[in-house]
Nanobody
Framework: QIQLIESGGGLVQPGGSLRLSCAASGRINYSIAWVRQAPGKEREFVSCITWNEGGTEYADSVKGRFTISQDNSKNTVDLQMNSLEPEDTAVYSC???????????????????WGQGTQVTVSS
């Protein structure tokens, strides 16, 4: 069993940057994803990184603006978010899965552990 704790959310102006961090205690052989949920909308896949090769995948809406990375020595997975837009406003959560196939990791059902989430608000 692992515990996921997110940090780094906040209020930022359009065009600004934020860095989210997911502390994954007890993480062994789990791929980690960032997902988000805006008010009144369904939860949306943002990005993931696989445990076996460190491969990365991004939603089309964030590709080129967001970067996911991991530090295995610290058991953290970060999400660097640049050129933020009001449409990026949401609660961002990290989640853990034993899968390492992107086709599976894009689906919410692949994840067995979830963090509580951190609020990101992009507004002027």
């Amino acid at each position: 069993q692992i515990q996921l704790i997110e940090s780094g959310g906040g209020l930022v102006q359009p065009g600004g940057s934020l860095r989210l961090s997911c502390a994954a205690s007890g993480r062994i052989n789990y791929s980690i994803a960032w997902v988000r949920q805006a008010p009144g909308k369904e939860r949306e896949f943002v990005s993931c990184i696989t445990w076996n090769e460190g491969g990365t995948e991004y939603a089309d809406s964030v590709k080129g603006r967001f970067t996911i990375s991991q530090d295995n020595s610290k058991n953290t997975v970060d999400l660097q978010m640049n050129s933020l837009e009001p449409e990026d406003t949401a609660v961002y959560s990290c989640a853990a899965s034993t899968a390492f196939s992107f086709s599976i990791l894009r689906n919410e059902g692949a994840y067995v552990y979830w963090g509580q989430g951190t609020q990101v608000t992009v507004s002027s």
